[in-house]
């Protein structure tokens, strides 16, 4: 029955029943998509705040609006909370103990000193300034790192920061470390740590837990790009929930913006960290608020965000001491790229030299303002303007200081430049 009903609908009826139908289910679905997604209302920002281990000193409700993560000590951790601040990590390092911390008597002839790495003579591997490293391969290291975050341990965090993470390369005076008269190598050297942080256990009001890590160390090979790739070793374990890379896109001492090889491995990690569904902590170590540097060093880092795994955190400096590290061009957050699914920056470079991403939905503290594209000559030498998908009329302006102290961002800026200079990076607006 309900076949021969069908055959006695007419023709034209059955099409705009169809049609409406349509309408209907596509309807439902876009308005479904709006409603599904959320706006930023900036992207993930970190800082060092507000309390312990931290350079801004405003309190946690005025960083709140502004901040994502704080990386704060055992003490400040509920009232970051208690501010609004979304997420807190401690600071730990054992892989480098220097003087003067808590761990440094636990390894300097105490019951960890076990943990001491060693040179091909035998000799501790002392570092500047001054401490010991330790050995990754070794238990008592485990030991001190369970210790550490036991000490240190408040559920209010959302993870442990663990610092210097097959930091190799530096601060030792007396290196390699060796494993008997055999000096470490990569990739061992990592999936040494690696197991280190899959292995830590705390003591938690009387029951074992795993806790939640984010190592720093990413940054350690980008200088040399056939081993930039092995950090990412260090964030397998189920545990580490991701990684910071110190000093991509831009360093200190002295201020340098990033370029070639080097920009280009920085990228690629932020890509391919996201792509194992792990967090990419961007800390730009720029320190002049240069406004050149801030849109070269934003947009490196909006060519691969993610509002879901990257964090953008920078070092620019305030006008204040004690204020906000926060810079307000992170108000700016992109939605809807034209271009998806790729592995390697290489994928987002134009045939001019130039990488570009454009955005079909943009917005500026949660407003919309229409597509958006992001463009970066990461070279020394300039290139012709990339060819791109959609109209911009304007390129965006940042001047004045931070976030909370009258730093603004402007969209009436000129448009694209037939050539783009050295070491430019453009956010481009209708």
Request: with cysteine; proline share 8%.
């Amino acid at each position: 029955m309900p076949g021969l009903l069908a055959s006695r609908v007419p023709t034209r009826w059955k099409f705009f029943c169809s049609l409406a139908l349509l309408t209907f289910v596509l309807g439902t679905t876009a308005t479904h998509s709006r409603a599904a997604t959320r706006i930023e209302t900036h992207v993930p920002t970190a800082v060092y705040c507000c309390h312990g281990y931290a350079n801004d000193t405003v309190s946690p409700a005025a960083a709140a609006p502004y901040v994502t993560w704080a990386n704060t000590d055992h003490t400040g951790a509920d009232a970051d909370h208690a501010g609004g601040i979304k997420y807190v990590v401690e600071y730990i390092d054992v892989a480098r103990v220097y003087r003067g911390d808590r761990a440094y008597p636990l390894i300097a002839g105490g019951k960890f000193s076990g943990a001491i790495a060693r040179n091909c003579s035998g000799q501790p591997v002392a570092t500047t300034p001054e401490g010991f490293m330790t050995d990754p391969y070794r238990r008592q290291t485990l030991d001190l790192l369970d210790d550490e975050i036991s000490y240190n341990y408040n559920p209010a965090f959302a993870a442990y920061f663990v610092d210097d993470i097959d930091a190799l390369r530096w601060g030792m005076r007396n290196g390699p470390p060796c494993r008997g008269n055999v000096p470490w190598t990569e990739p061992s050297a990592s999936l040494a740590y690696a197991s280190l942080l899959a292995s830590v256990r705390v003591d938690a009001g009387g029951r074992e837990i795993t806790p939640k890590i984010i190592m720093n160390g990413l940054n350690q090979y980008t200088d040399k790009p056939a081993l930039h790739t092995v950090p990412l070793n260090t964030l397998r374990p189920s545990n580490v929930i991701g990684g910071m890379c110190e000093g991509c896109f831009a360093d200190n001492t002295p201020d340098n913006l990033k370029s070639g090889v080097e920009w280009q491995d920085d990228a690629d990690l932020e890509i391919k960290t996201v792509r194992m569904r792990k967090i990419y902590w961007d800390y730009v170590r720029y320190i002049a608020d240069d406004p050149r540097a801030r849109l070269f060093t934003y947009a490196s880092f909006m060519l691969a965000w993610d509002p879901r795994f990257t964090i953008y955190q920078t070092a620019y400096k305030p006008n204040t001491p004690g204020q906000l590290h926060v810079t307000p061009e992170t108000q700016l957050v992109a939605h809807d790229p034209l271009k998806r699914g790729f592995d390697s920056i290489a994928a987002l470079r134009d045939r001019g030299g130039t990488y570009v991403r454009e955005y079909r939905a943009c917005y500026f503290h949660a407003r919309p303002i229409g597509p958006c594209a992001f463009v970066v000559n990461s070279d020394p030498t300039a290139h012709p303007a990339p060819r791109l998908s959609l109209e911009y009329g304007h390129s965006v302006t940042v001047s004045g200081g931070m976030v909370l102290e009258g730093g603004t961002v402007s969209f009436d800026g000129p448009r694209m430049p037939a050539v783009i200079a050295p070491m430019t990076g453009l956010i481009l607006v209708r």
